[in-house]
């Protein structure tokens, strides 16, 4: 049975309009095509202002590309003769988290943020809160929900913004480089979320990121380098070849970095190895083959 | 001589009211000159308290702040007494009105250059951004400082060439720039000031890769040109061990830990235990230590890693 | 730092807090009404009793409740002299006499010595109870929504009162962030040498400009970004939006309106027919 896939760009063009009148419109995708399956986790690579985040803001509606399809669980969301309750289902299905915390809150207190996603949606009040306690529970914020959003870290806010699109529902999470202005426990924690969503609860994953470690965690990378998918892969794959990456001005992990500079050497190692334990594992069982042992 | 010292700082905010919290507690640190120290820590660890303690924004609770050896908040009367007091071990008559009135001058002029002389670069620094041109925006600072026309205008030549901004940047206005070149104008605005001691809160934040790599070489390379001594907080441990001589770790409000990067690394586990991270290649070095390959400790770079994995496997006769 | 917290909300479980906002808004109203029809002993009494009642069951701390006064002190002591020298009533009985100025005698009398004591009592018990009911036990969001449920019906004649109420609910998630920004741009401006303390007003006012335009600048981008995400997160305006938390009019809720009508009742009774009692109209 062939399903419906969650997401189908084809040939996606965007150019932003020129306002001013100088100078000629700014064309920043070249006519993408790609899909995404139901319960992928997808990692999208590219430097700043490669057009990651004019992507995701077309994915969600909040532009209209210039030329191309997106689909949506097979809905046009180009299609200009959208009715806005068709609009709504599609942002109800896929909902994304932003870079910064501090501007996507609304409310004083954090339940009330949970909560104003499904207020939207014109959920019943007693089905609201069964569904922020649930996301709040799902992000570890449980014991936060009558904080004030502007009392917890960045790490936490986070988390809240998090479960307020969990209490949607959704099929999809974009995350906009939700991870970039966080201090290293922050990131931990929500990358700990964003691959358990995945996992255990099948949510879609699309995680824009520039963070090498961060995109090595998805099952699947794609890299965007001036309006272009130059790159399409599982993170062994695609972090197998540091020079194309570095031309796309981004770098690979450090353990890739070490295996492809002992394969440089001459060793005979793999290098789609992206993780610390794999890359130990790796040098450990080349020793291991060796004539002398050690330990 | 330490360029900066810290002499058992201590700073609460809001003191005598129920607000109040214990920032920082009894730390010393000497910051070497001309060296690049690295500064971790996690949110809340006092880290930024740290830095706006270093020019005057904040003035310690308690303790010290030094640099090049002289209180930056001493009052007149402990300096007066103090100058009294060598003067007369010394045997020397000195008038003390005379002295008052110097003392007097040389504080003022010292709190009034403070600034100038320990450079802060805040956190995602494009936010202070405010002139009509980029050019503009960097001479805030110098113009501040009352330098002439054009000296400002050489500063600016200089400090746009050490962050890569080409003359077409500098007539834009900044509110036009890319992200990365916007942080790169606001870097430049500090730099222009020509502080002898660098101080920068995490300048790379929110950067691609290729942006990360462009700021922190700009930052040494102002370094090699001024010879100013560097402060950097990041959270990017391979950072800290790309670009720093030395690192200085806090941990709620106190130091944790301080030396070279070798000396803090080698001290993953302890690290670790605070919630830290150490560089990828140092974890991977130490999973291979701990199943038993015998290779050095305190290994931070991927070029130390390897080598020694190569050594190491070469000696096993794998090649 | 963070120590900006607007409106001063006293976190607690007690009866008053959980009374409906929409019933404590209107309860405020009554209340104010009731201390300005106070006007002799036994009606200042009953308000005094009916202030420390609310207290008491709303377990906010005395020192906090009493800390809701500092930011009056200058009004209450001004009312206190205007009201103790001043208070002109034929045959006062003096106790101390200044003197004769434009043929009336200036003095303390004990008729101004009861009267400003009421004035002052007047005033405390309006700032205790209006704190105690609108903002120590309710949240400013409680605030918002009380207001915009008892606007609601104006919805009808197309006044979005909906809007405004979320409009304000932001405006309040703001302050703290906004203020902090407020606070890292004044730094870094120090940072790169603007002196906002030395000149003279033109001066002054010069350097605030490197202040305000980045404030100006980063409070437009969050606005732009806030949109987004609130776009993103299916926000529209219109009566199909419903909430998390439904105000919900309880027994006690009824209890407290009818204990307040009482009150206002007793004190124009009281007014009425404890008439004979020295009389202390306001200035």
Same mark, same amino acid.
């Given at each position: 049975?062939?399903?419906?896939?969650?997401?189908?760009?084809?040939?996606?063009?965007?150019?932003?309009?020129?306002?001013?009148?100088?100078?000629?419109?700014?064309?920043?995708?070249?006519?993408?095509?790609?899909?995404?399956?139901?319960?992928?986790?997808?990692?999208?690579?590219?430097?700043?202002?490669?057009?990651?985040?004019?992507?995701?803001?077309?994915?969600?509606?909040?532009?209209?590309?210039?030329?191309?399809?997106?689909?949506?669980?097979?809905?046009?969301?180009?299609?200009?003769?959208?009715?806005?309750?068709?609009?709504?289902?599609?942002?109800?299905?896929?909902?994304?988290?932003?870079?910064?915390?501090?501007?996507?809150?609304?409310?004083?207190?954090?339940?009330?943020?949970?909560?104003?996603?499904?207020?939207?949606?014109?959920?019943?009040?007693?089905?609201?809160?069964?569904?922020?306690?649930?996301?709040?529970?799902?992000?570890?914020?449980?014991?936060?929900?009558?904080?004030?959003?502007?009392?917890?870290?960045?790490?936490?806010?986070?988390?809240?913004?998090?479960?307020?699109?969990?209490?949607?529902?959704?099929?999809?999470?974009?995350?906009?480089?939700?991870?970039?202005?966080?201090?290293?426990?922050?990131?931990?924690?929500?990358?700990?979320?964003?691959?358990?969503?995945?996992?255990?609860?099948?949510?879609?994953?699309?995680?824009?990121?520039?963070?090498?470690?961060?995109?090595?965690?998805?099952?699947?990378?794609?890299?965007?380098?001036?309006?272009?998918?130059?790159?399409?892969?599982?993170?062994?794959?695609?972090?197998?070849?540091?020079?194309?990456?570095?031309?796309?001005?981004?770098?690979?992990?450090?353990?890739?970095?070490?295996?492809?500079?002992?394969?440089?050497?001459?060793?005979?190692?793999?290098?789609?190895?992206?993780?610390?334990?794999?890359?130990?594992?790796?040098?450990?069982?080349?020793?291991?083959?060796?004539?002398?042992?050690?330990? | 001589?330490?360029?900066?010292?810290?002499?058992?700082?201590?700073?609460?905010?809001?003191?005598?009211?129920?607000?109040?919290?214990?920032?920082?507690?009894?730390?010393?640190?000497?910051?070497?000159?001309?060296?690049?120290?690295?500064?971790?820590?996690?949110?809340?660890?006092?880290?930024?308290?740290?830095?706006?303690?270093?020019?005057?924004?904040?003035?310690?609770?308690?303790?010290?702040?030094?640099?090049?050896?002289?209180?930056?908040?001493?009052?007149?009367?402990?300096?007066?007494?103090?100058?009294?007091?060598?003067?007369?071990?010394?045997?020397?008559?000195?008038?003390?009105?005379?002295?008052?009135?110097?003392?007097?001058?040389?504080?003022?002029?010292?709190?009034?250059?403070?600034?100038?002389?320990?450079?802060?670069?805040?956190?995602?620094?494009?936010?202070?951004?405010?002139?009509?041109?980029?050019?503009?925006?960097?001479?805030?600072?110098?113009?501040?400082?009352?330098?002439?026309?054009?000296?400002?205008?050489?500063?600016?030549?200089?400090?746009?060439?050490?962050?890569?901004?080409?003359?077409?940047?500098?007539?834009?206005?900044?509110?036009?720039?890319?992200?990365?070149?916007?942080?790169?104008?606001?870097?430049?605005?500090?730099?222009?000031?020509?502080?002898?001691?660098?101080?920068?809160?995490?300048?790379?934040?929110?950067?691609?890769?290729?942006?990360?790599?462009?700021?922190?070489?700009?930052?040494?390379?102002?370094?090699?040109?001024?010879?100013?001594?560097?402060?950097?907080?990041?959270?990017?441990?391979?950072?800290?061990?790309?670009?720093?001589?030395?690192?200085?770790?806090?941990?709620?409000?106190?130091?944790?830990?301080?030396?070279?990067?070798?000396?803090?690394?080698?001290?993953?586990?302890?690290?670790?235990?605070?919630?830290?991270?150490?560089?990828?290649?140092?974890?991977?070095?130490?999973?291979?230590?701990?199943?038993?390959?015998?290779?050095?400790?305190?290994?931070?770079?991927?070029?130390?890693?390897?080598?020694?994995?190569?050594?190491?496997?070469?000696?096993?006769?794998?090649? | 730092?963070?120590?900006?917290?607007?409106?001063?909300?006293?976190?607690?479980?007690?009866?008053?807090?959980?009374?409906?906002?929409?019933?404590?808004?209107?309860?405020?109203?009554?209340?104010?009404?009731?201390?300005?029809?106070?006007?002799?002993?036994?009606?200042?009494?009953?308000?005094?009793?009916?202030?420390?009642?609310?207290?008491?069951?709303?377990?906010?701390?005395?020192?906090?409740?009493?800390?809701?006064?500092?930011?009056?002190?200058?009004?209450?002591?001004?009312?206190?002299?205007?009201?103790?020298?001043?208070?002109?009533?034929?045959?006062?009985?003096?106790?101390?006499?200044?003197?004769?100025?434009?043929?009336?005698?200036?003095?303390?009398?004990?008729?101004?010595?009861? $009267?400003?004591?009421?004035?002052? %009592?007047?005033? *405390?018990? #309006?700032?205790? +109870?209006?704190? &105690?009911?609108?903002?120590?036990?309710?949240?400013?969001?409680?605030?918002?929504?009380?207001?915009?449920?008892?606007?609601?019906?104006?919805?009808?004649?197309?006044?979005?009162?909906?809007?405004?109420?979320?409009?304000?609910?932001?405006?309040?998630?703001?302050?703290?962030?906004?203020?902090?920004?407020?606070?890292?741009?004044?730094?870094?401006?120090?940072?790169?040498?603007?002196?906002?303390?030395?000149?003279?007003?033109?001066?002054?006012?010069?350097?605030?400009?490197?202040?305000?335009?980045?404030?100006?600048?980063?409070?437009?981008?969050?606005?732009?970004?806030?949109?987004?995400?609130?776009?993103?997160?299916?926000?529209?305006?219109?009566?199909?939006?419903?909430?998390?938390?439904?105000?919900?009019?309880?027994? $006690?809720?009824?209890?407290?309106? %009818?204990?307040? *009508?009482? #009150?206002?009742? +007793?004190?124009? &009774?009281?007014?009425?027919?404890?008439?004979?009692?020295?009389?202390?109209?306001?200035?």
């Amino acid at each position: 049975m062939s399903e419906t896939p969650l997401l189908r760009v084809e040939n996606l063009k965007f150019k932003y309009q020129n306002t001013g009148g100088k100078g000629s419109d700014r064309e920043v995708l070249h006519g993408l095509s790609f899909t995404v399956e139901r319960g992928e986790y997808v990692a999208m690579l590219g430097h700043n202002g490669s057009g990651k985040s004019t992507l995701a803001k077309l994915c969600m509606m909040i532009l209209d590309p210039t030329e191309g399809h997106i689909f949506v669980d097979g809905v046009d969301i180009a299609d200009p003769e959208l009715t806005d309750a068709q609009v709504l289902a599609v942002r109800k299905k896929v909902g994304m988290v932003f870079q910064n915390p501090d501007n996507q809150m609304v409310a004083t207190m954090a339940e009330e943020e949970v909560a104003f996603g499904p207020e939207n949606l014109g959920i019943p009040s007693a089905e609201i809160r069964q569904r922020v306690d649930e996301a709040l529970k799902a992000v570890g914020m449980s014991e936060y929900a009558k904080k004030e959003p502007s009392r917890l870290s960045g790490g936490q806010k986070q988390r809240i913004a998090i479960a307020g699109i969990l209490a949607m529902h959704p099929d999809c999470i974009f995350f906009d480089e939700s991870t970039s202005m966080l201090d290293p426990q922050g990131r931990k924690d929500v990358m700990e979320i964003i691959d358990r969503l995945n996992r255990e609860d099948g949510v879609t994953i699309i995680h824009i990121t520039h963070d090498m470690n961060e995109a090595a965690r998805a099952k699947r990378v794609m890299v965007l380098h001036e309006g272009n998918f130059v790159m399409d892969g599982t993170p062994e794959e695609v972090f197998a070849q540091p020079e194309k990456l570095d031309a796309c001005r981004l770098t690979v992990p450090q353990c890739t970095q070490v295996m492809y500079r002992l394969k440089a050497l001459g060793f005979e190692i793999g290098d789609r190895v992206t993780t610390p334990e794999d890359c130990a594992e790796a040098i450990r069982s080349l020793l291991g083959s060796g004539e002398v042992r050690h330990g | 001589m330490a360029k900066l010292e810290l002499s058992h700082v201590g700073y609460v905010y809001n003191p005598g009211t129920e607000f109040s919290s214990v920032a920082l507690e009894d730390v010393s640190v000497s910051f070497e000159e001309h060296a690049v120290t690295g500064i971790i820590g996690h949110t809340g660890s006092g880290k930024s308290t740290l830095l706006q303690l270093l020019n005057g924004l904040l003035k310690p609770t308690t303790g010290q702040v030094l640099l090049d050896g002289q209180d930056i908040h001493e009052t007149v009367k402990a300096k007066l007494a103090r100058e009294m007091e060598k003067a007369e071990a010394e045997g020397l008559r000195i008038s003390k009105r005379q002295k008052k009135k110097e003392i007097r001058t040389e504080l003022d002029e010292l709190r009034k250059t403070l600034c100038f002389r320990v450079g802060l670069v805040m956190q995602y620094p494009e936010y202070q951004l405010f002139e009509e041109t980029v050019r503009k925006d960097i001479a805030f600072g110098p113009k501040n400082m009352g330098l002439s026309e054009e000296e400002i205008n050489a500063r600016i030549a200089k400090v746009a060439g050490i962050v890569g901004l080409t003359e077409r940047h500098l007539n834009k206005s900044p509110f036009d720039l890319s992200g990365g070149q916007k942080r790169r104008a606001a870097i430049a605005g500090v730099l222009a000031m020509e502080p002898e001691v660098l101080v920068l809160d995490e300048p790379a934040a929110g950067l691609d890769p290729s942006g990360r790599t462009s700021i922190f070489q700009s930052i040494l390379e102002y370094r090699k040109e001024t010879n100013a001594t560097v402060l950097i907080v990041s959270h990017s441990m391979e950072d800290m061990a790309a670009y720093c001589d030395r690192v200085l770790v806090m941990n709620r409000g106190r130091v944790f830990m301080q030396g070279s990067c070798r000396d803090v690394f080698e001290q993953s586990g302890e690290l670790e235990k605070t919630g830290l991270d150490v560089p990828q290649v140092t974890h991977l070095i130490d999973l291979l230590r701990s199943s038993g390959i015998d290779l050095p400790q305190g290994i931070f770079t991927v070029d130390d890693a390897v080598s020694a994995i190569a050594s190491r496997l070469r000696e096993g006769g794998c090649s | 730092m963070k120590s900006i917290s607007l409106g001063r909300y006293y976190a607690a479980d007690s009866v008053i807090h959980r009374l409906d906002p929409r019933g404590k808004i209107v309860l405020t109203i009554l209340f104010i009404v009731s201390t300005f029809l106070a006007k002799n002993v036994i009606s200042f009494a009953l308000l005094i009793l009916f202030v420390a009642a609310l207290s008491l069951l709303s377990r906010v701390p005395l020192s906090l409740i009493l800390r809701s006064l500092r930011g009056v002190t200058v009004v209450i002591i001004f009312a206190a002299l205007i009201n103790l020298f001043l208070t002109n009533i034929d045959q006062a009985t003096f106790l101390v006499e200044f003197g004769e100025w434009n043929g009336r005698m200036y003095g303390i009398t004990v008729e101004g010595l009861i $009267r400003s004591g009421c004035m002052v %009592l007047r005033i *405390i018990c #309006l700032i205790i +109870g209006t704190t &105690l009911l609108l903002t120590y036990t309710m949240t400013p969001i409680e605030l918002t929504d009380g207001i915009s449920n008892l606007l609601h019906p104006l919805m009808k004649i197309h006044i979005p009162v909906d809007l405004f109420a979320m409009m304000m609910s932001i405006a309040l998630r703001f302050i703290p962030t906004l203020s902090e920004d407020a606070e890292r741009i004044m730094n870094a401006q120090k940072s790169r040498g603007t002196n906002f303390s030395d000149g003279g007003l033109i001066r002054k006012a010069r350097a605030l400009i490197p202040i305000l335009i980045p404030l100006f600048v980063s409070s437009f981008k969050r606005g732009e970004e806030l949109a987004v995400a609130m776009e993103c997160r299916c926000y529209h305006s219109g009566d199909d939006r419903t909430r998390m938390e439904v105000l919900k009019w309880h027994v $006690r809720d009824t209890l407290f309106f %009818l204990l307040l *009508i009482a #009150l206002g009742a +007793g004190i124009v &009774l009281i007014n009425i027919f404890f008439a004979w009692i020295p009389y202390f109209t306001v200035l």
